[in-house]
């Protein structure tokens, strides 16, 4: 069933969040957050968000761009963002740190910048975790006691990752991130990959058909996709440029119709079959105004 045409309306509304101790902050002033709402139909703000997510151990960053905003407190009292982005009746919802926030060139075309992290995931990933369990143990136990340890939301794994358990014991003591590298080296014959999506850790096993979430089917593509060859697996991988499609995520699966191939580029370079590509990396570029609306996933093939 393709999108509807109603759904192209494009919405990003922001809810900027100031620490409630911030001591630049009088403290008979009731600490409210500064609201941008984007009606679905209408005149809206100029407003562009950017952001790259991948299965990397790093940390998800994400840019807001709004241009003509007047505020009459410091930008530097507001520590988050809250962002409701996507089509009219297709939206998510993005959280992050701000890291820095700042004004270019004042003016009615002046833009305001604010660069953010996703979620609490710098402290997240930076906080010092002690993992210590014998041969037998599941991912799943593993992971639990990560998620304690970090106090992230949930564990969210894959069908495939659900069954892995270990080979040898296991003792460490460090990082988050440095936890989540080592147990995807340590399950490296099966490829998973242990990684943060918002409040939540996440484990999958790629090229193995592994999914958390339903597949999403791609509608429209900007290219045809582009496959390669060559990575440590020997594996096929692909990049695709199309529209932005909100609530695809890491780890997720791509469906792309043999009929988006025809539609798009008629037999060349198509497909006579339905694809999947379990995404790896999604870079986003999505506007309000403007023809500023387009995604770049990469992954790999799920043969």
């Known amino acids: 069933m393709g999108i509807k045409s109603e759904q192209f309306n494009r919405i990003i509304s922001l809810r900027l969040n100031r620490a409630g101790n911030d001591k630049a902050i009088n403290a ?15 005149r809206k703000p100029n407003i562009e968000i950017n952001g790259t997510w991948t299965t990397d151990v790093d940390l998800p960053a994400f840019n807001i761009a709004i241009k003509n905003l ?18 009219e009746g297709n939206t998510v919802v993005i959280n992050g740190d701000i890291l820095t926030m700042y004004q270019e060139t004042p003016g009615p075309e002046g833009r305001t910048i604010i ?4 979620g609490r995931m ?20 593993i992971l639990s006691s990560l998620k304690n340890s970090i106090k992230a939301d949930r564990v ?10 270990l080979k040898t014991p296991l003792q460490f003591d460090g990082k988050a991130r440095a936890a989540m590298s ?11 990959a242990v990684f943060m999506v918002g409040m939540e850790i996440r484990a999958i ?26 990575d440590e697996a020997g594996s096929f991988y692909t990049t695709i440029t199309a529209p932005w ?34 995404v790896t990396s999604l870079s986003f570029h999505f506007g309000t105004t403007g023809g500023t609306n387009s995604m770049t996933v990469q992954g790999f093939i799920v043969r």
């Open 28 to 42: 008979r002033e009731k600490v409210s957050p500064t609201c941008i709402i984007c009606p679905p139909k209408g």
């Open 122 to 141: 710098q402290q997240w990933l930076d906080a010092n975790v002690s993992l210590n369990y014998d041969a037998g143990t599941s991912l799943e136990d």
């Open 205 to 230: 096993c790629l090229t193995k058909g592994d999914f958390i979430e339903a597949p999403q089917v791609l509608q429209y593509m900007s290219a045809p996709p582009q496959e390669n060859t060559g």
């Open 245 to 278: 499609m909100p609530k695809l995520s890491i780890g997720n699966i791509l469906e792309i119709p043999s009929r988006v191939y025809i539609r798009n580029y008629a037999t060349v370079g198509g497909s006579s079959k339905t694809q999947k590509i379990q």
């Open 115 to 118: 660069q953010c992290v996703y």
């Open 156 to 165: 969210r794994t894959g069908n495939v990752a659900k069954t892995l358990t």
């Open 182 to 192: 080592k147990l995807c080296e340590i399950f490296q014959e099966d490829r998973l």
């Open 70 to 87: 007047y505020l009459n407190i410091l930008t530097a009292q507001y520590t988050s963002v809250e962002v409701e982005v996507g089509y």
